[in-house]
């Protein structure tokens, strides 16, 4: 390699020619977007397009948005990703059953339990990040529900509020949570790398999921929870996904081979993750949480892959890469 481009990469390091990568792919897939919108003939086929132009106009600015965290460093990070918690637990309270009695209770969920764990991610204090919900908000939301003396379908509620703040908030922090790691011997990347490699594979497995589907996908894999999700479209976006993580494995600590199993892990619990809080929407008889991100439905539609990855991805690296 040249002075200058050994230069050129010591200054963008790792974390940027990550994102150039993928405005790089942005850029290609505007492009092809641009060209099927073009050459689309049947009215199916326009509307296939024209939801996939949506998709990639909403991910440009879902870049935008992630770019100005990382440039910002950790506190941006930490403050995005507060605030798709915040957006994601409003969309689910708001679909499933609760009580005006509950609102005490979801007033701690939203501006005292949240704010807390994201505090805690900030802080970098791992021992109270890893309890607050689990424990401490398990005690204190059932509590303040038992005190408000409604009893009427008070599982269903308690469930429903716990349920919420765990996938929303505390399964979510682990993503931001990649910053508090320490440093990892050999690896001359950080915790943003991480980070963003992490979503960086889950979203695209997601993406490509919805591609393969449209080109192979014939036989759904859960037709009653969520029809759209097809063997053909599973297979294709996770192998895609696997194997760009695979090559971008020098980013990250891991071997070829670790990064391969890392990927395997992130694209099956994203999509078990996907495939759980489909079951919930078809439980509540709608299809989107939410209409804020064109394309793509509600802020919780775009992160429920990281529900379950996030947390594994996490601790994975904690317990095998952190000393």
Known sequence: MDISLKGMWLQIGPLGALFLGVLALLFI?????AVLERTAKSDSAKATVANLNARIKAWWIMAAVFGVAMVTGGVGSV??????????????MTLTPTARSDHAALFWAFFLLAPIQYLLVWAKWYGLFSVLVPVYGFVAITSRMALSGDTERFLERTATVQWGVMACVYCVSHAPALLMLGPIPGYSGNGATLLFYLVLVAQLS?????VWGKLAGKRPIAPTVSPSKTWGGFVGGTLT??????ALYWATPFTPVVAAAMCLAI???GFMGGLVMSAIKRDRGVKDYGT???????VLDR????????????HLIRFFYVP
């Open 206 to 210: 997601d993406v490509m999921q919805y």
């Open 267 to 269: 694209t099956m619990l």
């Open 292 to 298: 804020m991100i064109q394309g793509h439905g509600g």
């Open 303 to 314: 992160i429920d892959s990281l529900i379950f990855a996030a947390p594994v991805f996490f």
């Open 29 to 33: 897939a505007s492009f092809i977007g």
């Open 79 to 92: 403050v995005m990703f507060f605030l798709l918690s915040f957006l994601a637990m409003r969309e689910f």
């Open 241 to 246: 996904a696997i194997a760009v993580g695979t």
